[in-house]
DNA sequence: CTTACAGTTCGACAGTTATGAAACTATCAC
DNA sequence: GTGATAGTTTCATAACTGTCGAACTGTAAG
């Protein structure tokens, strides 16, 4: 495995290492799986992935950069609102990291 | 979620964010998958699983102590070495985390 | 234009992490 | 026993992280 593809890896794996992090990205994969259940992408407000979070704003900005720039998140803006949702890339990519191919 | 089950992700995910240590379990990982595949559970030797990279005996023993109280690697000792293997219960538990079970 | 709302940027601070040097323990070979 | 080998523990230190308050930017509504 080359260097460029760990370092990548240990970074995706550093953005869900904060558990306030990891809920806001499980939050929006609950959600996603809901969504593609109906076959249609989800999007969601940062607020409303908040539920239960006691964080404040720039907390939260930051946790959200931080997925984003790990490639498991997408943002968007629209209006005064960000939408997020899971990058499916990125999501693949971390499960074929840990994948026994030889298994499947 | 539960928080307790969200911890104990995190947990796992912060083992695997440092590149030195990710590189360690993939190593490992790979070793596991070859012997799978043969029909038998894998061994290996701290000294091996270090192929490259340059890091002293005390970072080592820390990184694979790290990695074994997440529940990611189990080690057990034979005479003077130390022999670890991945754990595959925490491997499946880090898979079904991130698997969209709507879409499998 | 003014106000309110949603999110961002900029410090700052306490707490954590990665790393290695030195000293230590346990096991094997002689 | 002596010495060598494999790994551990302790300690120190530089670097990083999570969090928040305060000030800021952009957007929408009136």
Redesign the interface.
């Known amino acids: ?1 080359a ?1 460029d593809d ?2 990548r ?2 970074r995706m ?2 953005a ?4 306030n992090r ?2 806001l990205f ?1 939050n929006l ?2 959600e ?3 969504d ?2 109906k076959g249609r992408v989800h999007d969601c407000f940062l607020a409303k992935l908040l539920g239960g979070l006691e964080l404040g704003a720039p907390t939260v900005s930051h946790h959200v950069k931080e997925l984003a720039d790990a490639g498991l998140i997408q943002t968007q803006r629209e209006g005064k609102q960000l939408i997020c949702s899971v990058d499916p890339d990125g ?1 693949a990519e ?2 074929s ?7 499947t």
Chains 1, 2 share one sequence.
């Open positions: 495995m260097k760990v370092d890896l240990a794996f550093k869900l290492s904060n558990p990891l809920r499980m994969l609950e996603s799986k809901l593609l259940a999501l971390l499960r990291a840990l994948t026994l191919h030889a298994l």
